[in-house]
């Protein structure tokens, strides 16, 4: 039966056209949504991470609710050793954040002072890329700090000019120390980007009078079914008690909630196209079964029994879908190749910065990312619906009465 099924797609070509080229576009277009999905959520969850501070995030207890100055992780050794060790982490950033004011001779602005170690911070983001004027921070000033354009308007201070930031200390006394303006970067579409501002972990230490404490540890971690492992091992650690180790989904369940909201949206669209191309596939597949009444007729008088034609029905939806499917996944992997190298410039569409949870998305050009085991599973249904939508139609072909189906066209 297979060798009549392969002439039978042959013999009229316009239907095997028709039919091969529906699964085709459906195939290849799923592909191409799925690979422009995987990277819009990885682009997403990477701007989460950079937001939170990293894919795991130590603190001492209660500073990601309060944010308070007196909150620290004293003695962040231990931590981020252990961190260092894990074959999953990428890289341990320490960190100094402190909120407060930042003044000029024409005026004050609410700051968020953080203090890196910048080459730690390029594995999470090259602040570099947001650099617009001056350098981070130059050597030529004893305490120099990077700040947003729009603090800086608001400031009105330019690169080289003395801002002075007004805090509390960790013991709860209010301090103030002199920084030169070194650098300024881009201003982000979020609140929160624009009022951040960076220095060096060491000079930041000293403004608030830290001494070794920090007040965040950034864990980057390879994937995200590595990050329980990490931050079990990390409330290992001796004076785990007085830390507090989150996700960055804990850190902002907003932006968590919304990736898991659009993920569950993109599986219900899948869906309705499942059913679409069953219920087109389906409809095809019968009306071309009963284009062919009289050949099944002929088949069933010569001695082919039903099972055998149903069998056969089943071969040519088989051949169907694999030819359709060859046409569909060079068409899906074409245009995935395609959108990786060029990307859709969602900017030059009119699309702009976008904020997301409060999250800044200012990186808007939308690439393929290829999942091969996404693929493999889409590729597997796919071919299940376009066998299940022939199960009528074979069926159908099944019951038909010699007698009858002979006299169809007379």
Same mark, same amino acid.
């Given at each position: 039966?297979?060798?009549?099924?392969?002439?039978?797609?042959?013999?009229?070509?316009?239907?095997?056209?028709?039919?091969?080229?529906?699964?085709?576009?459906?195939?290849?277009?799923?592909?191409?949504?799925?690979?422009?999905?995987?990277?819009?959520?990885?682009?997403?969850?990477?701007?989460?991470?950079?937001?939170?501070?990293?894919?795991?995030?130590?603190?001492?207890?209660?500073?990601?609710?309060?944010?308070?100055?007196?909150?620290?992780?004293?003695?962040?050794?231990?931590?981020?050793?252990?961190?260092?060790?894990?074959?999953?982490?990428?890289?341990?950033?320490?960190?100094?954040?402190?909120?407060?004011?930042?003044?000029?001779?024409?005026?004050?602005?609410?700051?968020?002072?953080?203090?890196?170690?910048?080459?730690?911070?390029?594995?999470?983001?090259?602040?570099?890329?947001?650099?617009?004027?001056?350098?981070?921070?130059?050597?030529?000033?004893?305490?120099?700090?990077?700040?947003?354009?729009?603090?800086?308007?608001?400031?009105?201070?330019?690169?080289?000019?003395?801002?002075?930031?007004?805090?509390?200390?960790?013991?709860?006394?209010?301090?103030?120390?002199?920084?030169?303006?070194?650098?300024?970067?881009?201003?982000?579409?979020?609140?929160?980007?624009?009022?951040? @501002?960076? #220095?060096? %972990?060491?000079?930041?230490? =000293?403004? /608030?009078?830290?001494?070794?404490? $920090?007040?965040?540890? &950034? *864990?980057?971690?390879?994937?995200?079914?590595?990050?329980?492992?990490?931050?079990?091992?990390?409330?290992?650690?001796?004076?785990?008690?007085?830390?507090?180790?989150?996700?960055?989904?804990?850190?902002?369940?907003?932006?968590?909630?919304?990736?898991?909201?659009?993920?569950?949206?993109?599986?219900?669209?899948?869906?309705?196209?499942?059913?679409?191309?069953?219920?087109?596939? @389906?409809? #095809?597949? %019968?009306?071309?079964?009963? =284009?062919? /009444?009289?050949?099944?007729?002929? $088949?069933?008088?010569? &001695? *082919?029994?039903?099972?055998?034609?149903?069998?056969?029905?089943?071969?040519?939806?088989?051949?169907?879908?694999?030819?359709?499917?060859?046409?569909?996944?060079?068409?899906?992997?074409?245009?995935?190749?395609?959108?990786?190298?060029?990307?859709?410039?969602?900017?030059?569409?009119?699309?702009?910065?976008?904020?997301?949870?409060?999250?800044?998305?200012?990186?808007?050009?939308?690439?393929?990312?290829?999942?091969?085991?996404?693929?493999?599973?889409?590729?597997?249904?796919?071919?299940?619906?376009?066998?299940?939508?022939?199960?009528?139609?074979?069926?159908?072909?099944?019951?038909?009465?010699?007698?009858?189906?002979?006299?169809?066209?007379?």
């Amino acid at each position: 039966m297979w060798k009549i099924a392969w002439r039978n797609l042959w013999r009229n070509r316009t239907r095997t056209a028709i039919i091969a080229s529906a699964i085709a576009f459906s195939y290849g277009l799923m592909l191409i949504s799925m690979g422009v999905s995987a990277d819009s959520y990885a682009k997403m969850e990477a701007k989460a991470q950079e937001a939170t501070g990293g894919s795991v995030l130590v603190h001492g207890a209660g500073w990601w609710e309060s944010q308070g100055s007196d909150v620290v992780v004293g003695e962040p050794a231990p931590v981020m050793e252990r961190a260092g060790e894990l074959p999953e982490v990428v890289e341990v950033m320490p960190r100094v954040i402190i909120n407060g004011l930042l003044s000029s001779a024409r005026g004050n602005e609410a700051v968020r002072l953080i203090g890196v170690v910048l080459e730690r911070e390029e594995a999470l983001a090259d602040l570099d890329d947001d650099l617009v004027e001056g350098a981070f921070f130059s050597e030529q000033y004893d305490a120099p700090v990077v700040i947003s354009e729009g603090l800086a308007q608001r400031l009105s201070v330019s690169v080289g000019d003395k801002v002075v930031l007004t805090a509390s200390r960790v013991d709860g006394e209010v301090t103030r120390a002199l920084f030169y303006v070194s650098g300024l970067l881009k201003s982000g579409m979020a609140a929160e980007a624009d009022l951040q @501002a960076y #220095t060096p %972990l060491k000079t930041a230490q =000293e403004a /608030v009078g830290m001494g070794e404490a $920090l007040t965040q540890v &950034g *864990v980057l971690v390879r994937g995200v079914e590595a990050q329980d492992e990490v931050i079990a091992a990390l409330n290992e650690v001796e004076g785990a008690g007085e830390l507090e180790v989150l996700s960055w989904q804990e850190a902002v369940p907003e932006m968590s909630g919304l990736l898991e909201f659009d993920e569950a949206v993109n599986q219900i669209y899948f869906a309705v196209i499942f059913l679409i191309v069953l219920f087109a596939i @389906a409809n #095809t597949f %019968l009306m071309a079964v009963m =284009e062919r /009444v009289r050949e099944y007729g002929l $088949l069933s008088a010569l &001695g *082919v029994g039903p099972g055998q034609v149903g069998r056969l029905v089943i071969w040519e939806a088989l051949y169907m879908a694999l030819v359709g499917m060859v046409v569909g996944f060079v068409m899906g992997l074409v245009g995935h190749l395609v959108i990786a190298h060029v990307g859709i410039d969602m900017a030059a569409m009119g699309a702009g910065d976008m904020e997301m949870a409060g999250i800044g998305m200012n990186d808007l050009v939308v690439r393929s990312h290829l999942e091969p085991m996404r693929w493999l599973v889409a590729s597997v249904m796919v071919l299940a619906v376009v066998m299940i939508s022939a199960v009528y139609p074979a069926v159908r072909a099944m019951r038909l009465a010699p007698s009858q189906a002979m006299r169809f066209y007379e």
